[in-house]
């Protein structure tokens, strides 16, 4: 007997609720099981396949062997606060007092969760991009809001900005903007960003923009956070993570910054979701926060180069795809190959090439699921021997 609670709320604002009300699995478990049980290589889920810095590898051994394993501070060990204060200052320009400025949550996801649950009340508005990721949708649902989105179209995957501005009312609680983006990879500019501020200022909407893919930047494209803009400071609240830069997505090490006060009402709920998480994660991430300006140079081209492998691979398949500037994936259009539906394209990929990736409607609804029906995202954040092998794989769908 399934009964029914906040869970139905979840469930549909993530879009898995099925024609019978019962809980679906999300597009990324299926994909993984289908790439388990064919032996595909698994494009579908964007996490890495190498380790990331030796330097943070060895500091999480040596918390572990100093006995850091018990529970940290409720707002984060004080070295992981001050790199991350550290970070923001360094990169951005942005001052922020760890002591109470800064949020260390169980990756960035619960920051999101934690934030979206303090300040949504019932029928509240947060608007997004469209495609986003899918934990948004949920997460708004869960808080009781209303998910609102501008669309964002293949091939340049920017929103336009009288769009954008038009969408952000009175009704509007919470703007959440994800840049870098995923899943398409584009980086908003300068430009739509002040387009943001100036409408949430004007409707004392909060500003929350997820930038964990901030050091992944791919091109010459720049990322500005939010916060450093004009009018901005007051209402926005940053959330970042260690995991995707240092190829750490397991141990859930992700923070929020912005003023004391936002934040306050953020740690309110956090500590009764998680209360704290990762003790001998939370000092490695503060080491890898520091390193060198050569070491994110280093990741950033490391990803690069498999982008541009699997995006070569993806071109020489016959498949039209986009070059993205930042993150973890590439998304191609598979009406190339025949497939009006993304998503049959992907449950034969595995047979056709022995590759595994995901619709990119699974990221939308109604129209924009429509709009977006041949899409299909591949992760490139893998070894260049595994990228290679997915490209000569997919090389095989080139109609002859």
Known sequence: MTRSGPWRR?????????????????????????AAATGAINLGQGFPDTDGPREVL????????????????????????????????????????????????????????????????????VLTLEPAYDAYG?????????????????????????????????????????????????????????????????HDALIVTDEVYEHLLLDAVPHVPAATLPGA?????????????????????????????LVSAALAVKQFLTYVNGAPFQPAIAVGLDLPDAVFRRIAADLRAGRDLLVAGLAAAGLPVSSPSAGYFAIADGAALGFADGAELCRRLPDLAGVVAVPVSAFCRGEQAERMRSLIRFAYCKSPAVLAEASTRLAALRPR
Do not use: C
Not at 69 to 87: D, F, V, W
Not at 161 to 175: E, K, P
Not at 239 to 245: A, E, F, L, N, V
């Open 138 to 202: 949920a997460l708004i649902a869960l808080a009781g809001g209303v998910h609102r989105t501008v669309p964002v179209d293949w091939p340049s995957f920017t929103p336009d900005a009288d769009r954008l501005r038009d969408a952000i009312t009175d009704r509007t609680r919470i703007v959440l903007l994800n840049s870098p983006h995923n899943p398409t990879g584009a980086v908003l500019d300068e430009a739509l960003l002040r387009v943001v501020v100036e409408a949430a200022e004007r």
């Open 58 to 125: 060895d500091a999480a051994r040596d918390a572990i062997a100093a006995g850091l394993n018990q529970y940290p501070p409720g707002r984060g060990t004080a070295s992981l606060r001050e790199a991350i204060a550290r970070h923001q200052r360094r990169w951005y320009g942005l001052e922020v007092d760890p002591d109470t400025e800064v949020l260390v949550t169980a990756g960035a996801t619960e920051a999101l969760a934690a934030v979206l649950l303090a300040f949504v009340d019932d029928g509240d508005e």
């Open 10 to 34: 979840a469930a549909a604002g993530a879009g898995l609720l099925t024609a019978d009300g019962l809980p679906g699995s999300t597009i990324f478990a299926e994909m993984s099981a289908l």
């Open 233 to 261: 400071r007051d209402r926005t609240i940053t959330i970042s993570s260690g995991g995707k830069t240092f190829s750490t997505t397991g141990w859930k090490i992700g923070w929020l910054s912005g003023p004391a006060e």
